[in-house]
């Protein structure tokens, strides 16, 4: 048995185990970005940006047969999370399909809230941030001018209004006018947030944690002044309520849950030491150890707000995976024929809305049963791929679609064209197939396909399936007339000329 050793790729920090005598094999993971591959390996998803992390990852072992890397930091670590006298791995306690791949280093919901690092909200999209200042929004907009209200309906308490109403006032205007800012924000926030969101989103919290500061500034006015005694209680009682309610709102943004308690609460333990009695200083401490508290508090509910989003991101993620997955053929990584009749449906419909020519043309390859036999099926693996990326790279127009339909066969579905232009398509894509050469064994295999070809303008009282049956039976006379050809039929061509062999257009 050849001997067991580890190989790493040290940019990627991912350790993968092989066989001392078999090469490592640059593979594609069709979850992430892409990677230079050899032959053999399958082409690359259609929607990994090459902005993704690369990820380094291989065939089975050929010992342990793991398909998927190991995270590790050292061999050691990483040979200890394999049992060697099994061929499956051991329970790991976090691997990197914990994680969701389109967003690096997010953990899975088994991982818990409170682990989510500041790293992980800085990597989800901006959007995610736009919302949450958004929602926090929401949530305050009822309260902005509750404290001018409060602190007006507090200050008739002893008879203070009376004796202080251009403090009451003045004080009460400040409140309002910070409102009235706060509501000028809010009304093109979302706007502000897409256009300049550092700027907005820094101003958004200054004003959230004004008003708070404003407050304590107004409770240790209270604790200093002692015209202001009869107000005392109940400022610290609203303040109290501001701070642990207030922040329970915001705190799903970590600056505002640290900014905004701080804000309020700081105030009151700089007033209270500054006349250090017995009361005074027992206040402090209390402020302290509240404000400790809410800050703790506030940090679990963000915690548990991004967890959430991140499960959401990550449920969207997975999910368009899986569709992009049940729509693509693995082998060939074309479209396959789900996607295709999607799409035909889709089109078939336009086409018959805007009165345009719609062209089906399918595609299959000669002779590739007698490949298969003669060369194996991991050889005609290979001449599928080349002909799929023929067949791609010959199609001009993005609104083309090649998709796979089954076996050897291929279909061309060519939006707004005619049964000549689909024609001169189909002799292109013929010629380059032609001159798809593959080497196998010393011997040099070539390609040749044979293409029949129908285009309609679609009617309303047209069955859809009638073009693709025109087509195929195009193919059909294709085969019999000697292969390596394309054959078009027209939607107008009647049967005795079908069973006569003569078809519309042949080239």
Not at 322 to 340: A, C, G, H, K, Y
Not at 478 to 502: F, I, M, N, P, S
Request: hydrophobic share 45%; with cysteine; net charge positive.
């Amino acid at each position: 048995m050849p001997r067991r050793t580890w190989r790493a790729r040290p940019a990627a920090g991912r350790w993968c185990c092989c066989s001392a005598t078999a090469r490592p094999t640059t593979w594609t993971c069709t979850m992430h970005a892409t990677w230079p591959r050899t032959s053999g390996a399958p082409a690359p998803m259609p929607h990994a940006p090459a902005s993704r992390r690369p990820c380094w990852t291989r065939p089975p072992c050929v010992i342990c047969h793991v398909r998927w890397p190991i995270a590790s930091r050292r061999p050691a670590e990483a040979a200890r999370a394999l049992n060697p006298r099994s061929t499956r791995p051991i329970r790991r306690q976090a691997s990197n399909h914990s994680r969701m791949p389109g967003f690096p280093g997010l953990p899975s919901r088994r991982q818990g809230s409170a682990t989510i690092p500041t790293s992980v909200r800085e990597d989800l999209p901006r959007e995610a941030h736009i919302a949450s200042l958004l929602e926090i929004a929401s949530r305050v907009r009822g309260a902005i001018y509750l404290y001018a209200v409060i602190w007006v309906v507090i200050s008739q308490t002893g008879h203070f209004y009376e004796r202080h109403t251009t403090f009451v006032l003045a004080n009460a205007a400040g409140l309002f006018v910070v409102g009235v800012m706060r509501t000028l924000l809010h009304l093109k926030l979302a706007v502000l947030l897409r256009s300049d969101f550092e700027r907005t989103a820094r101003a958004f919290r200054v004003l959230t944690s004004v008003h708070c500061l404003h407050w304590g500034l107004l409770c240790a006015i209270t604790l200093q002044w002692k015209e202001a005694e009869a107000l005392r209680p109940y400022m610290l009682l609203v303040g109290v309520g501001v701070a642990q309610g207030g922040t329970m709102m915001i705190s799903i943004d970590r600056v505002l849950g640290i900014a905004y308690p701080m804000a309020g609460l700081t105030p009151v333990v700089l007033a209270a030491l500054m006349n250090p009695t017995r009361d005074n200083l027992v206040l402090a401490t209390m402020c302290v150890i509240f404000g400790l508290y809410v800050v703790a508090s506030a940090r679990v509910v963000s915690n548990d707000y991004w967890s959430g989003q991140v499960a959401r991101l990550t449920s969207e993620e997975r999910a368009r995976q899986l569709e992009i997955v049940s729509i693509t053929d693995s082998l060939t990584q074309l479209p396959n024929r789900l996607f295709f009749n999607q799409q035909f449906a889709v089109e078939w419909a336009e086409a018959r809305r805007l009165a345009q020519p719609l062209a089906v043309a399918v595609v299959d390859l000669d002779h590739f049963k007698r490949i298969n036999d003669r060369y194996g099926h991991l050889f005609g693996d290979v001449c599928l791929r080349a002909a799929a990326d023929a067949l791609q790279d010959e199609l001009k127009r993005p609104s083309d679609l090649v998709a796979r339909y089954g076996g050897e066969e291929f279909v061309l579905l060519l939006r707004n064209t005619d049964l000549e232009g689909a024609v001169a398509v189909a002799n292109r894509l013929a010629e380059r197939m032609r001159s798809v050469e593959l080497a196998r064994a010393g011997h040099s295999v070539g390609l040749s396909c044979s293409i029949g070809v129908c285009a309609t303008v679609p009617l309303a009282e047209q069955d859809p399936d009638s073009l693709l049956q025109r087509a195929d039976e195009a193919l059909y006379r294709a085969k019999h007339l000697g292969r390596d050809q394309v054959v078009a039929l027209g939607d107008k061509d009647r049967t005795d000329r079908t069973d006569r062999g003569e078809p519309a257009l042949t080239a």
